[in-house]
């Protein structure tokens, strides 16, 4: 039994969070929600699974994070849970409305109020000196036309990627460039999602 679930949108997204939860002893099964929409639409039986104690849901904020607030209070207030109108800025933990209902814990990415994704979220743990950041921003700005044929709000999906292709092992995914210590896990966003882990699992 899974009792301890941490839900969120895809694979990447699962590879980071398994990064951040082995630096800490808390025992919690990922799982990937297969993007948003098929994650918002199982919540409530993500809720409701018998012997669940605590659930953890992570989604990006994308362009409108007051809208996807609303979004995922509107799927879970029917259950009794009362969120706050605004997500807190360390990540936000609800307790159990009733017995049966687990804990439940909301983070936004990137920081629970801008807007964003995990890209930038992870674009924030690389090293203030490093070198080859503002190369790889460099070379995905100078695309255009048929050689850029990525959406502007995908450009730093684009960036983080070629900065993870010029790595000393190229191309790790993102969860496993935290492991590899390439990205600063210590980094204030990274050590707020890591605290809520702790607060919400703990």
Wanted: charged residues 20%.
């Amino acid at each position: 039994m899974k009792s301890r679930v941490l839900l969120v949108e895809g694979a990447d997204d699962k590879g980071v969070s398994v990064a951040f939860l082995q630096r800490s002893t808390l025992e919690v099964y990922v799982e990937d929600g297969h993007g948003y929409e098929k994650l918002r639409a199982g919540l409530g039986a993500q809720l409701l699974v018998s012997g669940r104690t605590h659930l953890g849901v992570v989604v990006d904020a994308d362009a409108d994070p007051a809208g996807r607030w609303r979004s995922i209070a509107d799927a879970v207030v029917k259950y009794g849970y009362v969120l706050p109108v605004e997500p807190d800025a360390g990540g936000t933990v609800v307790p159990s409305p009733a017995r049966g209902l687990p804990v439940l814990g909301l983070w936004l990415m990137p920081d629970n109020s801008t807007d964003g994704m995990l890209e930038h979220f992870v674009s924030a743990m690389i090293p203030g000196d490093d070198v080859l950041w503002p190369r790889a921003c460099a070379v995905v700005s100078g695309l255009s036309g048929e050689a850029r044929p990525f959406p502007e709000v995908h450009r730093v999906k684009a960036e983080i990627h070629t900065w993870l292709a010029w790595q000393k092992e190229p191309g790790r995914p993102m969860g496993q460039a935290i492991t590899k210590k390439f990205l600063e896990g210590t980094a204030p966003g990274a050590a707020s999602f890591q605290a809520w882990l702790g607060r919400l699992f703990a």
